[in-house]
């Protein structure tokens, strides 16, 4: 069986008559950082959500540890739960909830109790820096908290992958420097891979590896 956590093969997604995504092969191997970059356009979200599961490609296959992803929506959902953490650029939280009920969401579809929920929110907040700040709304904290809140809750399900389109993209650079160095020390402690879809130049040269595309395609 393949150690790979993901690999796809001639990959291809289209909107309408624009072609997003034209025939891309990849792999991501454990515990590696991979940068995807490319002018505006070039179709990194796009092929961060098929990555994601989020959306089905039109052609070619992704493979998850040697098994080819669910087309079932439900089945794909489960798969996205058990393997995969997303961080997006506008945090996405959910604003009448607090930061510990935001993390523990991703646990909710699966049979853990109330209290291993909390404890596992709690740890992971913690983990973030931010065991003290568990009861405030996201409208309570800064950017940076907000997006350290979304990492913790891509990590509470302990997936062995992290997926984040411009992580730094709605912070200064120097808070964007701590959500990058930040990544760096929970990629040590929990080993999982991550894949930044980026236009900011300190994120792309931090990763252990660069994918540049042009017109949906890999040019480097
Ligand atoms: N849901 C959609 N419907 C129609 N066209 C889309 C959709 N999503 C993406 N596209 C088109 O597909 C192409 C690739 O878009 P994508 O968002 O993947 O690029 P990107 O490299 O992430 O760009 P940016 O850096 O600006 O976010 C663009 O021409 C875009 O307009």
Same mark, same amino acid.
């Given at each position: ?10 990959? &291809?997604?289209?909107? =309408?008559? #624009? ?9 991501? /191997?454990?515990? $590696?950082?991979? @940068?995807?970059?490319?002018?505006s356009g070039s179709g ?36 996205? &739960?058990?393997?995969? =953490?997303? #961080? ?9 909830? /607090?930061?510990? $009920?935001?993390? @523990? ?49 891509a990590l509470v399900g ?35 891979a991550l894949v930044v ?24």
């Amino acid at each position: 069986m393949s150690t790979e956590i993901l690999r796809t093969e001639g990959i &291809r997604k289209s909107f =309408g008559q #624009v072609t997003a995504v034209a025939g891309v092969d990849m792999s991501v /191997s454990p515990k $590696e950082f991979l @940068a995807i970059v490319g002018r505006s356009g070039s179709g990194k979200s796009t092929l961060l959500n098929l990555l994601a599961g989020l959306d089905s490609p039109d052609a070619g296959r992704i493979t998850s540890e040697g098994r080819e992803l669910p087309r079932d929506e439900n089945a794909l959902a489960d798969w996205r &739960r058990e393997h995969v =953490g997303l #961080v997006f650029q506008a945090f996405h939280l959910i604003p009448t909830l /607090s930061a510990l $009920e935001n993390v @523990a969401l991703p646990l909710y579809p699966t049979r853990t109790g109330v209290a291993e929920r909390r404890e596992r929110a709690e740890q992971r907040l913690t983990q973030v820096g931010l065991g003290h700040r568990i009861g405030h709304r996201p409208g309570q904290l800064s950017g940076g908290e907000q997006q350290r809140v979304a990492i913790a809750r891509a990590l509470v399900g302990e997936p062995s992958l992290i997926l984040a389109d411009e992580p730094t993209g709605n912070l200064d650079s120097s808070t964007g420097q701590e959500i990058l160095d930040m990544f760096e020390r929970l990629r040590q402690e929990t080993g999982f891979a991550l894949v930044v879809v980026t236009h900011d130049e300190k994120v792309a040269e931090a990763a252990d590896r660069r994918l540049r595309l042009q017109d949906g395609t890999v040019v480097a």
